[in-house]
C-alpha cells in the first residue's frame, strides 16, 4: 500500500545534492549550506576556518538550536559552562540562553539546526 500524497505547503527542496550547492560565505572564515528546511525547522552545514566563529556570545530570542560537530574542534560557551567539543559531540542552545563557539582546527564544521526556520538565512 502507498502512503498518501500530501501536497507540500513549502517550495524546499526535499532532497538535498551537495554538489549542486556551493558554499556561501556569511562572514570572514565562515561559510554554510543550508541543507534543508519547513517552517518550523532549518538544518545548515557551516565550515569554519581556524579561530572563525561565532565569538561573541549571543543568543536567539525566537530560536532553539542544536548543533552538532561534525569535523575538527570547537571551543564552546553555552550559559555560563564552556567547553571544547570535538566531531561527534554536540550542544544544545535554547532560546534565549547565551552561547558562542570558536573553531580550533582548519576547516571545523559544524551541523546547525533552528526551530523554528531562520528566515534570516535566506535574505
Known sequence: MNPPVTPSIDPA???????????????PGIERKIL?????????????????????????EL??????????????????TRRVLRAGDAFVAPKTVWHEAIALEPASQLIDMFSPRRDDFFA
Do not use: I
Open 36 to 60: 534543508g528546511h519547513t517552517p518550523e525547522l532549518l538544518g545548515a552545514v557551516v565550515r569554519f576556518e581556524q579561530g572563525a566563529g561565532v565569538g561573541t556570545a549571543h543568543a536567539h
Open 63 to 80: 530560536h532553539d538550536q542544536v548543533v552538532y560537530v561534525l569535523t575538527g574542534s570547537f571551543d564552546v560557551l553555552v550559559g555560563q
Open 13 to 27: 527542496p526535499v532532497f538535498f545534492l551537495d554538489g549542486d550547492h556551493p558554499w556561501e560565505q556569511v562572514a
